[in-house]
């Protein structure tokens, strides 16, 4: 049986919705969301600085945590005779990709970071400009009609 798209349902929960072409819809997200931005300053600041101070040097340490731990098992199975296991060099690779992965994840954190202290300025600018450009005076202003007689 064939349906056109007004005519077929998505399941959620235990009601149906239909489903079929929305534009120039934002769905309301249950909790908040919805089509106005919320812009919060100090909000902003607050997460940067917790990116800053706690996340980005936690992430690091536990990045760094497994060097020595590594090292030990590389060490143990590396060549003593001329003959090393594979366990050794394994082992290395995956650190070493271990590490850059570490060092991308530092680098989106550091990314979001200043992203979240950039975009205060940019929504306040932004904000002033559109403020200060969004009603100027027009020559119709100063019109006046003639008098009645």
């Known amino acids: 049986m064939s349906e056109s798209a007004g005519d077929r349902h998505i399941a959620h929960g235990h009601a149906t919705h239909p489903v079929g072409m929305r534009l120039n819809h934002l769905q309301d997200?249950?909790?908040?969301?919805?089509?106005?931005?919320?812009?919060?300053?100090?909000?902003?600041?607050?997460?940067?600085?917790?990116?800053r101070k706690g996340i980005e040097p936690d992430t690091k340490k536990?990045?760094?945590?497994?060097?020595?731990?590594?090292?030990?098992?590389?060490?143990?199975?590396?060549?003593?005779d001329g003959h090393g296991w594979l366990t050794s060099t394994a082992v290395s690779k995956a650190h070493k990709i271990w590490g850059e992965q570490v060092q991308n994840f530092l680098t989106r954190l550091a990314g979001d970071e200043s992203a979240l202290r950039n975009n205060n300025t940019v929504l306040t600018g932004t904000d002033a400009g559109v403020a200060g450009t969004a009603r100027k005076v027009s020559v119709f202003d100063t019109y006046s009609p003639p008098p009645k007689h």
């Open 29 to 51: 997200i249950p909790g908040g969301g919805g089509p106005d931005l919320a812009h919060s300053p100090d909000e902003k600041k607050a997460a940067a600085d917790t990116l």
């Open 62 to 80: 536990a990045g760094q945590q497994a060097d020595d731990e590594t090292g030990a098992v590389v060490k143990a199975f590396d060549a003593k």
